[in-house]
């Protein structure tokens, strides 16, 4: 099920960005930008969850970028680092809550 989720990225440099994304999983996230990090690049994606008080923060790298050329969208992929398991499982609750996971499938 597709779904927007408002997200913010901090890059080497400390600076947030703002992006999106409607393909996020355990493992890593698209993340639609203006703001392209390079391929490499260590990032710390800020999710905020409505159940949670503060944002979910999960490190991790670039994969691939996407300049917005030959009809794909603009941004880029991120792998997420090994999450430790209190994050994993709010990383989970929120797909969960917000149907990209299936609770059959778990």
Same mark, same amino acid.
């Given at each position: 099920?597709?779904?927007?989720?408002? =997200? +913010?990225? +901090? !890059?080497?440099? *400390?600076?947030?960005?703002?992006?999106? !994304?409607?393909? =996020? @999983?355990? @493992? $890593? %996230?698209?993340?639609?930008?203006?703001?392209?990090?390079?391929?490499?690049?260590?990032?710390?994606?800020?999710? !905020? *969850?409505? !159940? %949670? /008080?503060?944002?979910?923060?999960?490190? $991790?790298?670039?994969? /691939?970028?996407?300049?917005? #050329? %030959?009809?794909?969208? +603009? $941004? &880029?992929?991120?792998?997420?680092?090994?999450?430790?398991?209190? +994050?994993?499982? *709010?990383?989970?609750?929120?797909? #969960?809550?917000? %149907? &990209?996971?299936?609770?059959?499938?778990?």
């Amino acid at each position: 099920m597709p779904l927007e989720m408002r =997200l +913010r990225f +901090r !890059t080497g440099a *400390a600076l947030e960005h703002e992006g999106s !994304t409607v393909d =996020l @999983g355990m @493992g $890593g %996230a698209f993340v639609q930008t203006r703001h392209l990090p390079s391929v490499g690049e260590a990032i710390v994606v800020l999710l !905020t *969850a409505p !159940t %949670a /008080w503060d944002p979910l923060e999960l490190g $991790g790298r670039v994969r /691939w970028v996407h300049d917005g #050329q %030959a009809g794909k969208e +603009r $941004g &880029f992929g991120v792998k997420f680092d090994p999450i430790e398991p209190s +994050r994993a499982r *709010a990383l989970y609750e929120l797909l #969960q809550a917000n %149907a &990209f996971i299936d609770e059959d499938d778990s």
